[in-house]
């Protein structure tokens, strides 16, 4: 873990209302993954930034088990043009946490890093936190991925 001063950007992609409770995110995620591959939400975007794809956690209710919403998109130059039923998010940036994860994407490495942020204590600001894909999370067996936690 690895302490970080983000620059404020802006993410568009599709979302979902989920929450940890009763198992329902691990139904959700995977669902708002598969839309997002069968639908080539990139392809979509005309002011793309890169290719890394984010996982945005957002508009937390209260802590990890209350309801938020789920974002998976791309960084965007701005929020001027939104495409139907997509969203736009402004990360504020500030301070984070980063996670650097490396692992079998297959067996649950993402998954396993919250838990343990979960029961960590990280004293969290419940604002925008995120997951980034980029070229080194394509080989699923052998999977780098960054996790990113706002902290107060």
């Known amino acids: 873990m690895e302490q970080e001063t ?3 950007f802006f993410v568009i992609g599709i979302s979902v ?3 940890n409770e009763n198992g329902q995110a ?3 995620i995977p669902a708002l993954w598969n839309r997002f591959r069968a ?3 990139g392809s979509r975007l005309n002011n793309r930034t890169c290719d890394e794809v984010y996982s945005i956690y957002t508009d937390y209710e209260g802590d990890y088990m209350q309801p938020y ?3 998976l998109g791309y960084a965007v ?4 043009d939104i495409p139907e039923g997509m969203r736009g998010l402004a990360i504020e940036g500030g ?3 980063k996670h650097p994860l490396k692992g079998n994407l297959l067996q649950g490495l993402v998954y396993n890093a919250w838990v343990d942020i979960w029961s960590s204590g990280i004293s969290r600001a419940y604002t925008a936190d995120f997951e ?3 070229a080194a999370a394509q080989n699923l067996e052998d999977a780098a991925v960054d996790i990113f936690i706002a902290t107060r």
Not at 77 to 80: D, G, P, S
């Open 6 to 8: 983000l620059k404020p």
């Open 17 to 19: 209302r989920t929450s």
């Open 26 to 28: 691990a139904n959700d």
């Open 39 to 41: 639908e080539d939400i």
């Open 69 to 71: 919403t789920t974002i």
């Open 77 to 80: 130059e701005n929020l001027e």
């Open 95 to 97: 301070a984070y946490e």
């Open 132 to 134: 980034v894909y980029g």
